[in-house]
């Protein structure tokens, strides 16, 4: 026989845990420079690097470090270049980690929304059947989660709806 109430997630994270992830990420977000957000408007703009416009950047870098001091004027900064390539370059190592938590944290929480879900529909129902037999309190029970189903113009059918 199968397993009628599937759960591959059964789990929730310790008080302790929750904590020390929030640290974390906040510890993390603190170390963001504060002058570092844009506006929509800006994020919008253009102007930011490709991989075409990485590799010039670090062409460009490199013919800095060995033929640009004597060529540049004194105004031009190679080590604000620098220094913005090193952050970049940081940053993008960041991004990825953090994209690959935020992809493993929404893969879970869909898990346990599948299954919660999942879980849910089958105790409706067991109340609908219920209600139906003429159990004590189930018709009430049923009344108030058919709501859902109502709202979605299909009756008490259990299709899905977003």
Do not use: H
């Not at 008080?15 to 603190?30: G, Q």
């Not at 529909?121 to 189930?138: N, P, T």
């Not at 009430?140 to 977003?162: C, Q």
Request: avoid cysteine; aromatic fraction near 6%.
């Amino acid at each position: 026989m199968s397993n009628l109430n599937p759960n591959r997630l059964n789990v929730t994270y310790p008080v302790a845990d929750m904590t020390l992830m929030k640290s974390n990420a906040n510890a993390t977000i603190a170390k963001i420079p504060a002058g570092a957000t844009l506006t929509e408007e800006e994020r919008a703009s253009g102007g930011d690097i490709n991989v075409d416009n990485k590799i010039f950047v670090d062409g460009t870098l490199n013919e800095l470090n060995s033929n640009g001091a004597a060529i540049m004027p004194a105004w031009f900064s190679i080590a604000n270049l620098a220094t913005d390539v090193t952050f970049y370059d940081q940053s993008e190592e960041l991004i990825a980690l953090y994209q690959n938590i935020v992809l493993r944290l929404k893969d879970a929480q869909r898990i346990a929304g599948r299954e919660a879900l999942t879980n849910a529909r089958k105790a409706y129902e067991q109340y609908k059947s219920a209600a139906d037999g003429g159990v004590a309190g189930a018709q009430a029970s049923y009344d108030k989660l058919k709501v859902r189903f109502e709202k979605a113009g299909g009756g008490a059918t259990l299709k899905e709806t977003p």
